[in-house]
């Protein structure tokens, strides 16, 4: 049985015909008009809404390339920023319990007690271009007792440093 205008599959021929005409026959009213949409009209439609958009379109210079002024020197000294942190080491001369050695790199002055080390890395702060910000790095060698260490550490505390890291001897 067969609806109105539809035509009946052929076992015979090929089998992508036969399923074509099944799916045409699907979407045939039952007065026999095909149900279709006409593409041609949307495809017209984007054409020109691209075509308006290319012409509407202003292109402008990119934000990283603006010219900027930069002020001329005014003769003052530039202050150095510092390159490395603030290294301490701390080094174990002998045997007994005191007998240690404090030294900051790059810096001459090497205190002798803990507070002189809090006065010390306070004094490097307050040196152009440092500030609280630079970070303290303890290094201390193997033999070094750990109450050494840890007054080190109490030390730059007691300066204000914000950021404290151990190094490696």
Do not use: Y
Not at 8 to 32: C, D, F, K, V, Y
Not at 146 to 159: E, I, K, P
């Amino acid at each position: 049985m067969t609806a109105k205008g539809t035509t009946p599959l052929r076992s015979e021929g090929n089998g992508a015909e036969a399923r074509r005409r099944r799916m045409t026959s699907r979407h045939r009213r039952e007065n026999g008009v095909t149900i279709a949409i006409d593409f041609a009209p949307m495809i017209d439609v984007t054409f020109l809404l691209l075509i308006f958009f290319l012409v509407t379109t202003t292109f402008e210079r990119a934000e990283g390339i603006l010219a900027a002024q930069m002020p001329k020197d005014s003769g003052a000294p530039a202050v150095a920023l510092p390159l490395s942190p603030i290294v301490v080491r701390v080094t174990q001369l002998s045997d007994v319990h005191d007998d240690f050695a404090i030294s900051i790199d790059r810096f001459p002055h090497e205190p002798e007690t803990f507070p002189e080390l809090t006065e010390t890395i306070r004094n490097i702060h307050e040196l152009p271009g440092f500030d609280r910000e630079p970070p303290v790095i303890i290094v201390a060698g193997n033999d070094v007792r750990w109450d050494h260490v840890v007054g080190c550490w109490n030390a730059a505390l007691r300066a204000g440093c914000q950021s404290i890291a151990f190094g490696e001897p």
